[in-house]
């Protein structure tokens, strides 16, 4: 028995599939099989029906399988525990990030943690919250940053910030003439959303629910339900509409005349929790804890602690 063997096990029970297991093994099919097989005849067991499609386990075989992922993962403690005890940050780390927040919250950080740390690869993916719960999982990814809470058993969620809403109003709007928005002139009904599968969607559609009045709005002559924020925005600056916006996404506005389009909140105001995630407390911890120092680093302080204030979640 070899961890070659047992990580071949484990990549059929996470792909459900030989020649896609053996094509992220970076091996060819028969070599897994070949591989598979002999630690089947070595065992006595059969760990796969290879009658099913999808490949499935066995009774046994799930038990095999499970115990393989706890050698697997003491196997690379070792190695963490000898990289904890260099003064340097090396290896490789695969980081998820939702949409809503990759393209505002990278660049204010990724600059000053690559030079600080020349000797690591990170690698980043931008992906929707499903998605990083998935690649979690099957260890495609080592963390992912993502809005929280999310209540997986499996899934740790440390803190990293909180992020305020704001409004984003145009001119033809009923909301325009309005200095700061109360949540309860919110509605479903004359926002612009993005379109399903975005968790900030799911953000929006709750504060509309738990605060706004429907009887404020009416319905908008056409939908639309955007792919990226960038788009909402580009309706609203095109006198279309309103949308609802985070804190880190105004970055870009400062200095120029589309400033005049936000409009704060009074209290209550909404915020989305901001999580780092990931399965196993000791794995690359080192590496997560730098580049959560360093993400923390780049947002207001006000912000690190829980507001008083309602938080979406």
Same mark, same amino acid.
């Given at each position: ?53 999808? $490949?499935?386990?066995? +009774? ?38 939702? /949409?809503?927040?990759? /393209?505002?919250?990278?660049? *204010? ?26 690649? *979690? ?5 080592? $963390? ?76 908008? +002559? ?92």
């Amino acid at each position: 028995m070899t961890n070659v063997q047992l990580n071949y096990i484990v990549a059929v029970d996470n792909y459900k599939n030989f020649a896609l297991a053996a094509e992220k093994c970076f091996v060819t099919q028969p070599t897994l099989s070949m591989q598979i097989q002999k630690l089947e005849e070595e065992l006595g067991v059969l760990i796969f029906d290879r009658s099913k499609q999808p $490949a499935k386990a066995t +009774q046994l075989g799930r038990k095999i399988i499970d115990q393989a992922k706890t050698v697997l993962d003491e196997t690379t403690r070792i190695n963490e525990i000898i990289n904890e005890e260099s003064s340097e940050i090396t290896g490789t780390f695969t980081l998820g990030v939702i /949409p809503t927040i990759a /393209p505002n919250l990278l660049p *204010l950080f990724i600059e000053n943690f690559v030079k600080k740390n020349k000797k690591l690869e990170l690698v980043i993916e931008e992906l929707q919250t499903d998605q990083i719960i998935k690649k *979690l999982r099957i260890d495609e990814i080592d $963390a992912g940053i993502l809005m929280t809470p999310l209540k997986k058993k499996d899934i740790i969620e440390e803190v990293l910030f909180y992020e305020p809403f704001v409004g984003y109003v145009s001119k033809s709007h009923r909301l325009w003439k309005t200095k700061k928005i109360n949540a309860e002139d919110l509605s479903c009904k004359d926002l612009f959303l993005l379109k399903e599968g975005h968790c900030f969607r799911d953000n929006v559609i709750q504060i509309c629910d738990q605060y706004g009045r429907e009887e404020n709005s009416k319905k908008l +002559q056409f939908n639309f339900e955007g792919g990226s924020l960038e788009t909402l925005r580009k309706m609203v600056e095109n006198n279309f509409g309103m949308t609802l916006l985070p804190y880190l996404s105004l970055k870009d506005l400062k200095n120029s005349e589309k400033v005049k389009l936000i409009r704060k909140f009074e209290e209550p105001i909404p915020f989305r929790e901001i999580s780092m995630v990931f399965r196993r407390v000791h794995m690359k911890k080192k590496i997560r804890s730098a580049l959560a120092e360093e993400i923390k680093s780049v947002i207001p302080k006000k912000y690190h602690t829980r507001p008083a204030s309602f938080v979406v979640g």
